[in-house]
């Protein structure tokens, strides 16, 4: 009964640095999102899938890529860190059966850039 | 800009109802009301969602008015645990997967 599963749970990279967080859902959701949330803030969304091999942008997009290859996973990269990335990172899933389903989210990757 | 509008913070004895409003005058025909809330810092939970008429689930219930324009989430027993940042969101079903997150309102439940 996972859920939604994030890796890793806390990374700190320098500026410039590449990395990948991974994002795996076990509940066959047609729908992901990742989202990132500053401190006092709301949840703003990044980018967003509705099945396997279709993302789209969300509200700030800038500075990170993602794809859908398979419906359990969906990766979000940084090319090149940057301060302003130093963040809390959710990921998503929402089904598409029934009764306007809920989204379900993972803990979080707490990212720090330095 | 915001659809909806909730009080910053709110207070709650433990044991007793809390009851957290949401405005949203400019909600649409095809628009849901969804209320989440977010514990510490881990990932936002799913509490309850609406359409017009007011639902109730193990959680919690929610009010909405006659006219749409606002809502009431509602603890029936809020206990320590329940203390949490607390978002009202609507949006469409299309919309469910692209959710826009205001400040919500810190519930705090008071021993």
């Known amino acids: 009964n996972a859920g939604v599963t994030q890796t890793p749970k806390f990374q700190v990279l320098k500026t410039g640095q590449s990395m990948t967080l991974q994002c795996a859902q076990d509940?066959?959701?047609?729908?992901m999102s990742w989202y990132r949330q500053d401190p006092g803030m709301g949840l703003r969304l990044i980018h967003y899938?509705?099945?396997?091999?279709?993302?789209d942008q969300g509200e700030v997009p800038n500075g990170y890529n993602v794809s859908r290859s398979t419906t359990e996973d969906f990766p979000l990269r940084l090319l090149s860190a940057a301060p302003s990335q130093t963040s809390v990172y959710f990921c998503?899933?929402?089904?598409?059966?029934?009764?306007?389903?809920?989204?379900?989210f993972g803990d979080g990757t707490r990212l720090s850039i330095l | 800009d915001a659809k909806t509008t909730q009080p910053p913070s709110m207070d709650c004895a433990e044991g007793r109802a809390a009851n957290l409003p949401c405005n949203h005058s400019?909600?649409?025909?095809?628009?849901?009301v969804y209320w989440y809330r977010q514990i510490h810092s881990q990932g936002p939970q799913y509490i309850i969602h609406?359409?017009?008429n007011n639902e109730t689930n193990e959680m919690a219930s929610l009010i909405i008015t006659e006219d749409r324009k606002s809502s009431t989430l509602i603890l029936p027993h809020a206990t320590l645990r329940d203390t949490a940042v607390y978002y009202c969101?609507?949006?469409?079903?299309?919309?469910?997967?692209?959710?826009?997150f205001g400040q919500g309102t810190r519930l705090t439940i008071n021993p």
């Open positions: 998503a899933s929402r089904g598409t059966g029934g009764r306007n389903q809920p989204q379900h």
């Open positions: 509940m066959n959701h047609e729908y």
């Open positions: 899938s509705v099945g396997a091999g279709i993302t």
């Open positions: 400019t909600i649409s025909g095809n628009e849901y």
């Open positions: 609406g359409l017009k």
């Open positions: 969101i609507v949006t469409t079903v299309q919309g469910a997967q692209k959710l826009v």
